[in-house]
């Protein structure tokens, strides 16, 4: 249940292990037994009390925002950031790097920091013997990316914390990720592990080096993503199909979803399945893409995974009916799970999955967000318990005893069969039990014994007739069953709050607040995508050096903080935010918005874009520190930021008249080639990227006054649709504004008889212009 390890399956980013890996090549063995320890300094084991975490002087990372490093910042290591200062450390000292990898939220990392971090004697061994870097995979996901790839590579696994040690020139000789402190039957600790290091280094260096070497020079070419020349993306319907196929292969019919367990709520494959289906309507595998989707969805919304009393979603499920999750909530999975709901509403008209929708974006609203309009990274899934206890269990905010529920909710129901209270209804409904609901095979740790994970048994009809009660009554009472729940919540001890801000996560969060707002046509929600807006331009958008800044923090006086060195925007940086404004520009139709857009899509290209094989890199491949240059080939728990572009810039230049950028998405689908030929599932967004280059997206065009009733009544009718090759415009007739300038064609487009007209057209190329939602409606079906 523990999520930050994961096994060699780490291409679907699926697998939780608790396994420490480590790599062992035949140049350099490394021994599972103490011997290696009889020469290691015996530092200060026996010594006396050391000091507690509290009593320590702060080391370098106190002076960091990270929640990450800030959680480290008082261990008895001599950490440094990431950075040219442990750099010349290495380099002066000629000492090995150790590397350690994780993030605020992760167990498996508070595991090792408490172990093996807050040991004295660990400690000293550390900071004598090596060069200890410190790096939050979420602020420098291009140096966790790096070392991730060799970890993976070299140990047949990877995951958080990860363990990597590198020359004093940042080449990986060796990697793992969770080690115990000390040996444990044949599984080595990390004193044992360190001992060998240090061993070697004096011992058989060179092997070491040019072990690593050989290992980093094999990444470098399998890595390499490239246009051959005169090469063409693959078809898009082929492409498509086969991606299909292999998800229907790996679908599990009972629960929904694309594997038994641990299961993931992979949105990214659900928004490809339902694109599928908008092409495919009249043929039983779009239907069948349609039921997988939905499915799925009514699965998520009814487990555990959901949270029935604070809303939004947990990371993962442990099982396979979606039950007992790792209770982690993270900002990415809001976003995307979002549009997905919002989505499956337009798709099916069903209400629940409209309720669902909102409901993420409730707790992400009171959860999740700053004051400046900017949203927070991630809920961790640990927390003290609430009767007390000095360690933290997973899920403890979360779950409930049966006594807790009967004394919360012990009024008699009028007229309920045998006298039922209130907590009999809950109860039943939710699959409460007096010794709890949660299978001792998904609690290996037994922090979750005699305790319940609220699913959803039974529908309201169902719970309504077994207490033959109306459907009305039931609904009613269990909404004030939740209310008081989520009351008593609050005096819970709190999980910590990431309040890190990655411009990369608020722009998908920007997306969710604006699809959501557009489709419902809540204004609430639409101001709350315009403060979010606001907030990415104004902490996140350096003016000067022209270039997307990756993160920032919440200070101490809740004001919005950068760090001592502000770290420049990766590509997800650019490209979820450039979706996320031109979401907001189909939303608001503010051309602002299209304006950044437009102009970030150009620093992108100019910073990120590989000019010799298509595609882009992840990071700025002029970096010398990072040591691959890397385009992420793989749609998981985040779309690759490649997948988004190729939306982005198809998107892009309808808007623009840049046919450019059309080719420019073709070049970087063709990059992608081999990858999209033969495990589509892989990259199921970027599938939806050739689908729209594939069908032409129509141009949908409202010639009218934004806020007039007739120009709304046609915008509601295009956002009660789900149209994924679409693009959406204003024509208002202010013929000097931006699309004018951009689109002269706009200004032959005029309006019936005075009132809001909509064209819908392909290469502009127009059908004839209609002022009736519903024979708009018939029209964009076609």
Known sequence: ????????????????????????????????????????????????????????????????????????????????????????????????????????????????????????????????????????????????????????????????????????????????????????????????????????????????????????????????????????????????????????????????????????????????????????????????????????????????????????????????????????????????????????????????????????????????????????????????????????????????????IRELLPAVVDGATGGATEADIFMHHYGVKEQGNVDPEQDPHGELQGQNVLIVRYSVELTAARFALTVEKVSKLLASARAKMAEVRKSRPAPHLDTKMLASWNGLMLSGFARVGSVLDDKALLERAVHAARFLKEHLWDAERQIILHSCYRGDEMEVEQGVSPIAGFLDDYAFVICGLLDLYEATLETDWLRWAEELQERQDHLLWDAEGGGYYCSNPADPTILLRLKQDQDGAEPSPNSVSSLNLLRLSHYTGRKDWSQRSQQLLAAFSDRLTRVPIALPEMVRGSMANHYTPKQVVICGERDAPDTSVLLATVNSLFLPHKVLMLANGETEGYLYQRLPVLSSLTRLEGRATAYVCEDFTCALPVADPQELRTLLLA
Not at 76 to 92: H, T
Not at 165 to 173: A, H, V
Not at 355 to 368: E, K, N, P
Request: proline share 6%; net charge negative; aromatic share 12%.
């Open 1 to 404: 249940m523990k999520g930050c390890t994961w096994s060699a399956t780490m291409l679907r980013n699926r697998d939780s292990s608790d396994q420490a890996t480590f790599f062992q090549s035949s140049t350099v063995q490394f021994c599972t037994t103490s011997r290696a320890c009889l020469n290691m300094a015996s530092g200060s084991e026996g010594a006396g009390n050391p000091p507690t975490k509290l009593q320590r002087p702060p080391n370098r990372l106190g002076l960091e925002k990270s929640s990450y490093l800030l959680q480290h910042a008082h261990n008895p290591v001599d950490w440094y950031p990431w950075g040219q200062e442990a750099f010349d450390k290495a380099k002066q000292e000629d000492k090995p790097i150790f590397l350690s990898v994780g993030y605020s939220t992760c167990h498996w990392c508070h595991v090792m920091e408490r172990e093996s971090f807050e040991d004295e004697e660990i400690g000293k061994i550390l900071s004598d013997n090596f060069v200890c870097i410190k790096v939050d995979r979420e602020e420098r996901p291009d140096v966790d990316k790096v070392y991730m790839t060799f970890v993976q590579a070299t140990s047949g696994g990877g995951g958080w914390p990860m363990s990597v040690w590198l020359t004093p020139d940042l080449r990986p000789f060796l990697g793992g990720t969770y080690f115990p402190p000390r040996d444990s039957g044949r599984r080595p600790g990390l004193k044992t592990v360190l001992a060998r290091i240090m061993e070697q280094w004096v011992d058989n260096r060179d092997g070491l080096e040019s072990s690593g070497e050989r290992v980093l020079e094999a990444l470098k070419k399998g890595t390499s993503i490239a246009t051959n020349p005169g090469e063409t993306p693959p078809p898009a319907p082929d492409v498509a199909y086969r991606c299909f196929a292999q998800l229907a292969h790996s679908y599990e019919e009972e629960y929904g979803g694309f594997r038994d367990s641990p299961k993931f709520p992979s949105p990214v494959n659900l928004m490809f399945l339902m694109s599928f289906w908008s092409v495919n309507r009249s043929s039983s595998e779009g239907a069948e893409a349609l039921q997988m989707t939905l499915h799925t969805l009514r699965m998520m919304a009814l487990g555990g995974i959901h949270d029935h009393v604070g809303q939004g979603f947990h990371r993962y499920s442990t099982d396979s009916s979606w039950h007992v999750p790792h209770f982690e909530k993270m900002l990415y999975d809001q976003a995307q799970l979002a549009v997905a709901y919002v989505t499956a509403y337009q798709v099916s008209g069903e209400q629940v999955f409209s309720d669902v929708a909102q409901d993420i974006l409730l707790y992400v609203s009171r959860d999740l967000s700053d004051k400046s309009g900017g949203f927070y990274s991630a809920e961790d899934a640990d927390s003290l318990p609430a009767l007390g206890g000095t360690e933290k269990r997973e899920g403890a905010f979360c779950v409930w005893t049966w006594l807790e």
